[in-house]
Structures are given as structure tokens and as C-alpha cells.
């Protein structure tokens, strides 16, 4: 597609249950992100791809929260055992390769999945 | 560790009137900042960024950015502002390697007819 498409885009899942989120990139674009929006904040850095290689996942809270990439295109961030803390909209972003100096940080962004913890 | 700052909460302006919303970073080094949009139920839009050169950026929907190293300062302007640009705009700081950004908390923009 022409944009950085994400599912579901509203979850509402009962404490304790598992939950994945998907995120499908723009096509070409080899740099993968999560962020972490929760109500009235900023973004916050999850984890980054390079194509199928995680190569920082410093963001992510707890080992409850795991991403994979394993095609190099699609990706999925997966919460285990999920908690009323994990509420937020989790954001996907992708970019052109970073040896495009002029491209350099020009992140662009799915419209998230809203997850709700009761 | 680099970081961004946006004062300002929540901001109101008139339709027609100017726009200044406040950024000040926290970085070591030239910093690379961007200014995003974020519109209800939508995804960050990139208005305008800073990477080197003219410190004075011109952006899309008529917005500017000026970059003042001596105030540590990105605060971004529009002259008149639009009921269509409510919205909430986040300041941010590219840190470390490729393309991982450091958002600041966002200024919320209500315009009024």
C-alpha cells in the first residue's frame, strides 16, 4: 500500500490475556519502529528493525513485550499476560535505509492500534 | 541523554492569528530535529526538519522552524493560523542511530473561529 498500515486498529483485551499487533511497512522501506504513545504523552521508542534484525529493543518495558520481523517486511509486537500499564496506542513507523543521509530520520507513521486493558 | 522540552501544554489561538509553539532539546552535539503533526485518530506527519545549514526551515502547510543554537531552541511558527491545523504537534530529537527519535510531550493547538 502507499502508507504504513496497521491491525487492528482498536484492541480491547481483558488483564492477563496475550495480544499482537501488526504493522505492514511501506514497500522498500528496510527501517522498522515501534512507539509507545500513552494518553497525553509523547511517542516513546520501543524497538527498531533493519530489514529481519532487531537491532535495538533497549525501549521495550518488560519481557512481556516481544517484536519479530522475520521476512524483513511485516512485523508484529506481541504482548504476553497483558497489564492495564500496557494501555496506549502503540505506533509503527518505517524509513528509507539509513545510509540515505538526506532521508536521515524522516519516520513515517501508521495511524496505530488503540490497546485497551480492562 | 538528549532529550526535548515543549513548555507549553495546550495552546489557543485565534483563526488568522500567529503561531509560536516552543521546543528547547538537550543534546550534545548538532542536533537533528523535526517537527510532526498529529491529528485526531491519525499517525505523526513530518512538518519540517533541521539537519544542518540555514537555520531558518520551511516546512509543509505553511509552517517554519527556526533553530537558535544559543537558546538550545526549535520553535516552530506559522503566520496565520487555519481552523484545520488543530491538531497536537510533537517536537523531537534524532538520537543515536538510524532514525530512532526522542518526542517531546506535545503542545496540544484548539483553534477558534
Known amino acids: 500500500g502507499a502508507g504504513v498500515s496497521q491491525s487492528p486498529r482498536y484492541k480491547v483485551a481483558k488483564r492477563g490475556q496475550d495480544v499482537a499487533l501488526r504493522c505492514d511497512p511501506i514497500?522498500?522501506?528496510?527501517?522498522l519502529f515501534w512507539y509507545q504513545q500513552a494518553l497525553g504523552q509523547g511517542p516513546e521508542f520501543l524497538t527498531y528493525f533493519q530489514n529481519e534484525a532487531q537491532l535495538d529493543k533497549s525501549g521495550l518495558p518488560s519481557d512481556r513485550f516481544f517484536a519479530e520481523r522475520p521476512e524483513g517486511s511485516v512485523s508484529t509486537l506481541k504482548i504476553q499476560r497483558t497489564q492495564q500499564e500496557d494501555s496506549a496506542v502503540y505506533l509503527c513507523?518505517?524509513?528509507?535505509?539509513?545510509?540515505?543521509?538526506?532521508?536521515?530520520?524522516?519516520?513515517?507513521f501508521g495511524e496505530g492500534s488503540r490497546l485497551t486493558v480492562l | 541523554a538528549q532529550s526535548v522540552t515543549q513548555p507549553d501544554i495546550h495552546i489557543t489561538v485565534s483563526e488568522g492569528a500567529s503561531l509560536e509553539l516552543r521546543c528547547n532539546y538537550s543534546y550534545g552535539a548538532t542536533p537533528y530535529l523535526f517537527w510532526y503533526v498529529q491529528s485526531p485518530g491519525q499517525g505523526l506527519q513530518l512538518l519540517l526538519k533541521y539537519f544542518s545549514g540555514d537555520t531558518l526551515v520551511q516546512g509543509i502547510k505553511g509552517f517554519e522552524a527556526e533553530f537558535k543554537r544559543s537558546q538550545s531552541s526549535f520553535n516552530l511558527r506559522k503566520p496565520s493560523v487555519h481552523w484545520s491545523d488543530a491538531a497536537e504537534y510533537f517536537c523531537a530529537v534524532l538520537t543515536g542511530t538510524a532514525s530512532k527519535l526522542t518526542f517531546g510531550t506535545g503542545t496540544r493547538l484548539q483553534v477558534t473561529l
Open positions: 514497500s522498500g522501506h528496510v527501517s
Open positions: 513507523a518505517s524509513s528509507l535505509p539509513p545510509d540515505r543521509a538526506s532521508d536521515t530520520g524522516e519516520l513515517f
